[in-house]
């Protein structure tokens, strides 16, 4: 009895096709198109997603609320320690998101009936934003947080219309975006925002935690809107960062405890996860009886 014998590894796994790294997937690179084929497409992608129940929980609120025209939308905070599920909970929302209309990609976590016919996605990785310029679309040149969430949703135009305020040391009023949000459902998705806030002033960090206080009532106000902030706070990596940083996560983590709920994509299911990675298919009976073995070994 062996690995072999009691499971079918895929085929990434068989020819020595992994490293570290693919099990540490970085939001941000799937923005930009980097990202490795296993994130970067979305049927690769569901094919290797284990439906954890608080995943499906997750998933299943949020495009439940954004094909609901009766309810106001909502917001939730995705807060766990390294490994558990945030990085891969915002790309699964994001595939599904651009990916509506195809209605054979993620039923597991999501079902084809009751989905919204459309979604218009918002996805920022504040982590690899820069100062004194966030991000750049070819020659445009966009200076904050706020500047980035109006490109996406409105391009160069809406970009224009902030003016001055495309800028941290400024701050847009608190019903800017109605100016600019679409008919269709919204999907914000808000990625490493201790990271960035750790960039900015004194003053820059207090206008970034305004406006993402009233990003919260914005998505709490308006109907088919969904807005999901991750929390890095309990990785290891920043609870031995610099006293700045944690600061700066202490001074978000004041404003969305507050305000929205937190929650947790794998729970208990992390050993689940990894086996949907690694293996396509086990013989679950054969699993029992190698279980059986070591513990008689024992």
Not at 37 to 59: G, W
Request: charged share 20%; aromatic share 8%; proline share 6%.
């Amino acid at each position: 009895m062996g690995v072999l014998t009691g499971c079918i590894p895929r085929p990434d796994v068989l020819v020595s096709d992994l490293n570290d790294n693919i099990f540490a997937a970085e939001f941000g690179d799937l923005l930009i198109g980097k990202a490795a084929e296993v994130y970067a497409s979305p049927r690769p992608f569901f094919d290797n997603t284990y439906p954890t129940a608080p995943l499906r929980k997750i998933v299943q609120m949020v495009f439940e609320r954004l094909a609901d025209p009766k309810q106001n939308g909502a917001s939730l905070r995705l807060s766990t320690g390294f490994g558990g599920g945030k990085t891969h909970t915002l790309m699964a929302l994001w595939h599904l998101g651009n990916n509506i209309g195809d209605a054979t990609l993620g039923t597991d976590l999501l079902p084809a009936a009751g989905r919204p016919k459309s979604v218009r996605v918002v996805a920022i990785d504040a982590g690899k934003a820069g100062i004194p310029i966030f991000s750049s679309h070819g020659r445009v040149q966009v200076k904050s947080l706020w500047g980035e969430m109006f490109y996406q949703l409105g391009g160069q135009k809406a970009l224009k219309a902030l003016g001055d305020v495309d800028d941290p040391e400024a701050s847009p009023h608190a019903d800017a975006l109605d100016d600019v949000a679409p008919a269709d459902p919204l999907l914000i998705l808000l990625d490493e925002l201790v990271i960035y806030m750790d960039k900015l002033s004194a003053r820059g960090q207090g206008n970034l935690l305004g406006f993402v206080n009233n990003l919260i009532s914005f998505a709490g106000n308006r109907p088919r809107t969904f807005l999901i902030v991750t929390d890095p706070g309990k990785q290891q990596a920043y609870s031995q960062a610099t006293a700045q940083l944690q600061q700066a996560g202490a001074r978000l983590d004041d404003v969305l405890s507050r305000k929205i709920s937190d929650y947790d994509p794998i729970g208990n299911e992390s050993a689940r996860v990894i086996n949907r990675r690694l293996f396509e298919s086990v013989d679950h009976h054969a699993a029992e009886q190698a279980s059986s073995t070591y513990l008689d070994l024992y």
